[in-house]
């Protein structure tokens, strides 16, 4: 790295307009062969399996229309199998449940509301299909759950994001917890507004 590149990177740090994407969620699993065909089953694109060293395999899928990938293997992680929770965006809540059913994965039933607390979901997608409302999960042989989300319009401040979960709202809004224009957004850290 070039003295003007660390320079640009650290002013751009400090204005706080550093791009940080994610592109890679690591989930824990116990048997990496079965996640694999599992992942596969689901149409996700193998992007490796490696093993390097003695003891570590590393397993890379991505999601179609996905920026971000999933690995998983082994000597990654020490988090439990089945403890991960993540979270998918699709245009269309009915057409990826029935894609996940074709493909004999058992997704939950289609609901609208909050994602958390389960009690507080409502059956079937949100009736106006307002963007950020209608849910569907399914999880991994392990237990790794996958949380499912439509989302037809972004909110202001994402301009050209199609594929990339929601961010918090402005400072202006209330947190993402809250209901923005009817709909619900994944929670997002308290701190998320300060400064």
């Known amino acids: ?18 791009d940080m994407r994610l592109e890679v969620q690591i989930i824990p699993v116990s048997d990496v062969d079965r996640a ?3 992942y596969q089953r689901l149409g996700w694109r193998l992007d490796a ?4 060293l003695p003891g570590l395999r590393i397993v890379q899928v991505t999601p179609p229309g996905s920026g971000a ?3 998983f293997g082994t000597g990654l992680t020490a988090a439990a199998p089945g ?7 699709v245009s269309d809540i009915e057409a990826a449940h029935a894609d996940l059913a074709g493909r004999g994965i058992a997704a939950r039933a289609i609901w609208h509301g909050p994602p958390f607390p389960a009690g507080a979901r409502q059956p079937g997608p949100d009736p106006d299909r307002t963007s950020y409302g209608s849910f569907c999960s399914f999880t ?7 949380l499912v989300q439509e989302v037809t319009t972004r909110l202001p401040g994402q301009p050209g ?4 979960p929601p961010r918090c709202a402005p400072r202006s809004s209330r947190c993402a917890d809250t209901p923005v224009a009817g709909a619900y957004r994944l929670p997002c850290y308290r701190g998320c507004h300060a400064g």
């Open 69 to 71: 990938s999933v690995t």
């Open 49 to 52: 399996d490696d093993a390097p």
């Open 36 to 38: 694999k065909q599992f």
């Open 140 to 146: 991994d042989p392990d237990g790794n759950t996958w």
């Open 1 to 18: 790295m070039s003295s003007t590149e660390a320079h640009t990177t650290s002013r751009d740090a400090a204005a706080g307009t550093v």
């Open 161 to 164: 994001r199609t594929c990339s």
């Open 83 to 89: 403890s991960a929770l993540a979270g998918l965006i």
